[in-house]
């Protein structure tokens, strides 16, 4: 019964190659984030999706590309992986908006990718 | 410079004492802060939530603050367990786009025996 799940957990591939993460929440939120944690640690937002609309598009490499076949699925495909790529990639929902403002955060287990 | 700088980087105490996280943003207005723990490859998990009109919230042995005037929050946890070791992150949400959270680069705690 997890609640906002992805996979694959851990992806190791050459550079080159396409790869794809696919994320599922069964929240019942209507929006989902892609965030990429480096090795610092720091969470940056890569893409939030709205009812299936893109709304946020950071600045990442257009070889990202996210995919919201309804608003309880959100993938990220990317294409000729780089060195740099490699990282965990955290899917995330919430409710849009509430009284206070964003609603929570839920999070993925996140994906660890490693480019060699 | 990040809008939310955390301190400190990494911290070790021993079981059962007590500890204070820091964090000072310069993001504002913002509509909430709130404090998440994320265990060695685990996703973050929320532990506290505060509006800007809040000084205070308790989730357990996890007490979050909030001084908007100095732009700080604090999260003190008590009696600390082994299952306390994690990083803590701060996270602020500005009130011009809820979506476009902004996160610290967290707070490594380590509880030793």
């Known amino acids: 019964d997890t609640a906002v799940s992805q996979t694959p957990k851990y992806l190791v591939t050459q550079m080159g190659n396409d790869k794809s993460i696919k994320c599922e929440q069964n929240?019942?939120?209507?929006?989902m984030y892609w965030y990429k944690q480096d090795s610092k640690k720091f969470l940056k937002i890569m893409f939030s999706?709205?009812?299936?609309?893109?709304?946020i598009n950071e600045t990442v490499p257009n070889r990202f590309s996210p995919k919201s076949p309804d608003k309880a699925h959100l993938n990220l495909h990317i294409n000729s992986l780089e060195l740099g790529d490699s990282a965990v990639y955290f899917c995330?929902?919430?409710?849009?908006?509430?009284?206070?403002?964003?609603?929570?955060?839920?999070f993925g287990e996140g994906s660890r990718l490693t480019v060699l | 410079k990040n809008q939310v700088e955390q301190s400190p980087q990494s911290l070790i105490i021993l079981e059962g004492k007590n500890c204070t996280l820091q964090?000072?943003?310069?993001?504002?207005?913002?509509?909430?802060l709130r404090w998440y723990k994320q265990d060695t490859g685990r996703g973050p998990v929320s532990l506290t939530i505060?509006?800007?009109?809040?000084n205070t919230k308790s989730n357990g042995r996890y007490t979050a603050t909030l001084d908007a005037d100095t732009k700080q929050s604090s999260l003190h946890i008590t009696a600390s367990q082994l299952s306390d070791s994690a990083s803590y992150i701060c996270?602020?949400?500005?009130?011009?786009?809820?979506?476009?959270?902004?996160f610290g680069s967290g707070t490594r705690l380590s509880i030793r025996p």
């Open positions: 929240l019942g939120h209507d929006t």
């Open positions: 964090c000072n943003y310069t993001v504002s207005p913002f509509s909430n």
């Open positions: 995330a929902s919430s409710q849009q908006r509430t009284r206070t403002g964003a609603g929570e955060l839920f």
């Open positions: 999706y709205n009812n299936k609309e893109l709304i």
């Open positions: 996270v602020v949400i500005p009130y011009s786009s809820a979506s476009k959270i902004i």
């Open positions: 505060m509006t800007f009109s809040e």
